[in-house]
């Protein structure tokens, strides 16, 4: 693990930040340039094969991925969700606010977790997702070689401008697809019993 991490508190931890029953837990603090503190919750091994990382989403704590972190517990796998800045146990730090910051944020995660070469995945929520965006937008060459996967959960790219990155038009394709599928979700009722009708008739 980095030095750069402060150790915690490691237990079988129930409590209102951290409520993973029988899931031992770290609770280490990363410091950021500015004066932040980091609140990083570790669940899993000190040398793992894999790491997962999970950001929350605005005005949420690192604790609404509970359930996600015993799904995927495996015994080589660490899992870290932390608490974005000025959320939960993580301080705010005085840089000025910018989705930038959070994205400078997950990849100090990544680092401080993943050394080497072991290989990271993104998870992002709201916020989260267009953080892992943004360090996307800022550093493509990051995705693909320690990062090997990203999902984003309810994530808008905000006006990212995805292409210049270097990703492909299917990524860019995401953005306009948004507003089709909001056509289709006004429509779905009538759409799905046109469906159904259809099909029980053959």
């Known amino acids: 693990m980095s030095p750069s991490l402060a150790p915690g508190d490691r237990a079988a931890v129930r409590t209102k930040e951290t409520s993973v029953p029988e899931t031992p837990c770290t609770l280490v603090s990363l410091p950021r340039p500015d004066g932040a503190r980091l609140a990083l919750h570790l669940h899993g091994p000190k040398n793992p094969d894999l790491v997962i990382v999970l950001a929350h989403g605005w005005q949420a ?3 609404i991925w509970d359930k996600t972190v015993e799904q995927l517990n495996r015994p080589s796998t660490l899992i870290v969700r932390y608490d974005q ?3 939960g146990r993580s301080t705010s ?6 989705m930038s910051l959070l994205a400078d944020d997950i990849q100090a995660v990544i680092a401080a977790t993943a050394p080497g070469d072991v290989p990271g995945i993104l998870v992002g929520h709201s916020m989260g997702g267009a953080a892992v965006l943004t360090l996307a937008a800022s550093r493509p060459r990051l995705f693909g070689e320690k990062v090997i996967a990203a999902l984003l959960v309810a994530t808008s790219s905000g006006g990212l401008d995805l292409a210049a990155a270097g990703f492909p038009l299917r990524t860019r394709l995401v953005g306009l697809l948004r507003h089709a599928m909001a056509g289709l979700c006004i429509h779905a009722p009538a759409w799905h019993c046109a469906c159904t009708t259809s099909g029980s008739r053959g």
Do not use: V
């Open 61 to 63: 704590t690192s604790a």
């Open 85 to 87: 800045r000025g959320h």
């Open 93 to 98: 730090g005085t840089a000025r606010p910018a």
